[in-house]
């Protein structure tokens, strides 16, 4: 951590900034310039409360070096790690779609539904029994019968299944129901205590990024599941929220090439959740491969006029399919393989 002092410092508060840092079991290296003294923090930073520091007499600035996330962090693992769902692995060369209805509805919606994720060639599927709803009015999804209707569909093709939790007292209903990777939405990206419950388990975890949450922050929250234990985790953009109107969130594609920097875990995108409009997903599917993404979440409905939730982003089985033709011609150019 470097403490940049202000230009009027005293030799009084530079000491005391020294003293406060052995205090914490760190030495201070103490250079005055001409204009500025700085003072540099030699030890584990991780002791060190940066606010505590800041709040001192003196100080003008304080900056971390090291990165706050560690377990997350590609330095603490070089390469690619990848996660296996079942048997299905999400990371490495290796794209995957992941596709299905954005609610559970009825038994014949999820059959249809699986159906058409397996003849598309995605080997996961996904669907929100429980959704989070902007009215409590709204549809809030079909819970617990849901999850059955929805693991009765996907294992007549051996589909994993991804599926959103909200709420940590549902948890253990989750593993009851071998739910095959939890999906924590952007609503919930900073409820600390759900992701420390998911981080007990071993089962793998989406995590959404809020939808006005930085990347640091995002890495942070996956660092909450990490620290439980819980290494695997799959990052998803799903767009964040911006000025513009035309579409419901801004898919930040620049995300994908950071993450894919900072951290060894897989990074996947919601194309769905950020155009807001059907007709709008391939070119957002394109353009997150193109950019290195591991995989998609993609919105996919036997009918989608019918649908209960979000009817006008659902894409139709022709058009998955057809999706999935061009994201394979992508894949190849780009050296990566997709079913
Ligand atoms: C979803 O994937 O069903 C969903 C609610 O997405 P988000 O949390 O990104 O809004
Ligand atoms: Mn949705």
């Known amino acids: 951590m470097i403490i940049i002092m202000s230009n009027e410092v005293t030799d009084g508060q530079i000491d005391a900034v020294t003293a406060k840092l052995q205090k914490m079991g760190l030495d201070a290296n103490i250079s005055r310039g001409v204009e500025r003294t700085v003072i540099g923090a030699i030890?584990?930073?991780?002791k060190l409360d940066k606010e505590a520091l800041q709040a001192l007499p003196g100080v003008e600035e304080v900056i971390r070096v090291m990165k706050p996330y560690k377990i997350v962090a590609r330095s603490y693992h070089k390469s690619d790690t990848v996660v296996d769902i079942g048997g299905v692995k999400l990371g490495g060369n290796q794209v995957q779609v992941i596709a299905g209805p954005c609610s559970v509805e009825t038994q014949p919606q999820m059959d249809a539904a699986a159906d058409a994720v397996a003849a598309a060639g995605c080997k996961l599927m996904r669907g929100g029994a429980f959704k989070p709803r902007t009215s409590p009015y709204s549809f809030q999804g079909t819970g617990v019968e849901g999850l059955e209707m929805f693991r009765n569909a996907a294992q007549r093709y051996n589909l994993p299944i991804v599926t959103e939790l909200m709420d940590a007292r549902m948890l253990d209903t989750f593993l009851e129901h071998k739910v095959d990777v939890i999906q924590i939405g952007t609503r919930n990206m900073q409820n600390f205590d759900l992701l420390k419950e998911v981080g007990r388990t071993h089962v793998p975890v989406i995590l959404k990024r809020g939808m006005s949450?930085?990347?640091?922050?995002?890495?942070?929250?996956?660092?909450?599941?990490?620290?439980?234990?819980?290494?695997?985790i799959i990052f998803c953009e799903r767009g964040v929220r911006s000025f513009e109107t035309y579409y419901r969130n801004m898919l930040d594609v620049t995300a994908i090439?950071?993450?894919?920097?900072?951290?060894?875990?897989?990074?996947?995108?919601?194309?769905?959740?950020?155009?807001?409009?059907?007709?709008?997903?391939?070119?957002?599917?394109?353009?997150?491969l193109a950019a290195g993404a591991d995989g998609l979440l993609v919105e996919m409905h036997p009918t989608p006029c019918e649908a209960w939730c979000d009817a006008d982003q659902a894409l139709s089985p022709e058009q998955l399919n057809t999706l999935m033709g061009e994201l394979r011609g992508i894949a190849q150019v780009i050296g990566r393989e997709i079913a």
Do not use: C, F
Not at 43 to 46: K, T
Not at 213 to 232: P, R
């Open 213 to 232: 949450a930085t990347i640091s922050e995002w890495l942070m929250a996956a660092e909450y599941i990490a620290a439980g234990g819980n290494h695997n």
């Open 257 to 288: 090439a950071v993450l894919k920097k900072e951290t060894h875990l897989p990074v996947i995108v919601d194309p769905s959740h950020a155009g807001g409009k059907a007709w709008m997903v391939p070119a957002l599917s394109r353009a997150a």
């Open 43 to 46: 030890g584990d930073e991780q």
